[in-house]
């Protein structure tokens, strides 16, 4: 089965500033999709990023960007110019591509911008 | 705004209960995936539907079924409500291919008193 490791339960980071939070899956699937999805405390759920593990080009998203390392099944996130508007839990999301899949959650980042 | 609707948006009721949670897609939408996002578990998968029929299983307890209607909402059944039922419930849809991005509802807030 596969699994999704958040290791930062908190963070927090200055507005303008950068921040990466971290994400580590396991898996013997060769191609699957990962996510990073945003929870304000409205508690919505937003996708912020897709990547597909066959693409070798990381994903960007105006600020947001994602460092993918495949051999070491790495999967970060990287705030650029943080805004107040960016405090929210972070959770990363692995799914298989074999069809009729769910999302396997990690257990989150929370993430405080500071004015 | 996902596009995708939940009704009601908190839901307060007693142990032994039962209760509807009701979701929309987004139009053109085939798949409906129900999540519950509780304080100890974090975000665990339910059930999932594709254009009616029941496509996957997750930790889903036998007090609780789902099911997908012709015009393609869901509702998600609890029954026999316990207090540790309470949680965030939400639903989430995607496009025709199952493997594309789920687009999450807003979700429900069950508290069980």
């Known amino acids: 089965a596969q699994t999704v490791t958040q290791s930062q339960p908190e963070m927090s980071v200055q507005e303008a500033e950068t921040v990466t939070l971290s994400c580590t899956y396991d898996t013997s699937e060769n191609n699957y999709y990962l996510f990073w999805y945003k929870q304000p405390p409205s508690r919505q759920m937003i996708l912020v990023i897709r990547q597909e593990a066959y693409k070798q080009q990381n994903a960007t998203e105006n600020r947001f960007s994602v460092n993918f390392q495949k051999a070491a099944k790495s999967f970060s996130l990287k705030i650029s110019d943080s805004q107040l508007g960016d405090t929210a839990m972070y959770f990363c999301a692995f799914m298989k591509p074999s069809g009729n899949t769910p999302l396997v959650f990690g257990k989150g980042t929370r993430l405080s911008v500071i004015a | 705004d996902s596009g995708v609707t939940q009704t009601p948006k908190h839901l307060i009721t007693a142990t032994g209960q039962r209760v509807t949670l009701r979701c929309s897609p987004r139009?053109?939408?085939?798949?409906v995936y129900w999540y519950q996002q509780s304080l100890d578990q974090g975000l665990q998968f339910l059930i999932q539907y594709y254009n009616g029929e029941e496509r996957a299983k997750g930790n889903i307890l036998e007090r609780f079924s789902a099911q997908q209607f012709p015009d393609l909402h869901s509702e998600l059944n609890l029954s026999s409500l316990e207090l540790g039922d309470s949680a965030l419930y939400f639903c989430?849809?995607?496009?025709?291919?199952?493997?594309?991005?789920?687009?999450f509802g807003p979700g429900t807030r069950l508290t069980v008193l």
């Open positions: 139009s053109g939408d085939l798949s």
């Open positions: 989430a849809s995607s496009v025709r291919q199952p493997t594309d991005t789920q687009y």
